[in-house]
Each structure stands twice: as structure tokens, then as C-alpha cells.
């Protein structure tokens, strides 16, 4: 006598559920994830540039809370690389804004520099502490 399932497949076959993504509110919780999400992430972005010698991967992560430190794989090239060729063929320029806010911070930075070592040959006389 032949079984009729209600489902298609047999009891023993256990179907993959899709979970939804959202953000994890339990700050311990998050913390433990992120590592082995990351790792997990880092681990693929390698084996696509392994198994696709054209391909040229570069990620990024930092997780702010946890660390403050700047993770990163590259492939044989490096970041810069990739972005320069990105620039070149949408025709856009990736670098000048960032260029000109790092100038503008420089001259601040060095215009306050001035002033303190004016103060301080002003409160000494000599110019030496």
C-alpha cells in the first residue's frame, strides 16, 4: 500500500526555512554575530577571487561599538586600484571632494597650530618652554 504525504516530500526531509533579517536589539547578542558574519563574508569574498582569477574583491567592515578597527580583504590588487578603475569607467571622481575637505582640515589644523605657538612665545619671551 502506497503512503500519500501531505506534503511532496517524505516526513524525514526537513524543508530550509528563510528566517527575515532584522536588526538584533540584544547588544551581546550583536556583538557575537558580527564577528562570524564577518568571517563567514571574508571567507566567500576569498573563495570568489580564488575560483574567478578575474575577479578583483575588496571589502570593507568595521563594526564601531564593538572594536573601532577597520577589517579588510583584497584580492591581488589593491582598494585604491579598484576604485581608480571604477572612476575611470563611469567617468567620475571618486577622490576630489574628500581631497579638498582633507586641505580644508589641514589649513584649520595648521592656522590653530600657529596661534598656539604665538601664544606661547608670547606668555614666555623666549619662544622656548
Known sequence: MK????????PFYVERSRSKFKKIVNST???VTYPKRRNGLFKKAHELAVLCDA?????????????????????????KQIFDR?????????????????LENLGKLKEVNRENQEGDKAEDGSGFK
Open 29 to 31: 547578542k550583536r556583538q
Open 86 to 102: 571604477y572612476q575611470k569607467t563611469h567617468w567620475m571622481d571618486l577622490w576630489s571632494s574628500h581631497h579638498e575637505k582633507m
Open 55 to 79: 575577479a578583483e574583491v575588496s571589502l570593507l567592515s568595521w563594526f564601531l561599538a564593538l572594536t573601532r578597527l577597520i577589517y579588510e580583504y583584497i584580492s591581488p590588487t589593491t582598494t
Open 3 to 10: 503512503k500519500i504525504y501531505q506534503n511532496k516530500y517524505p
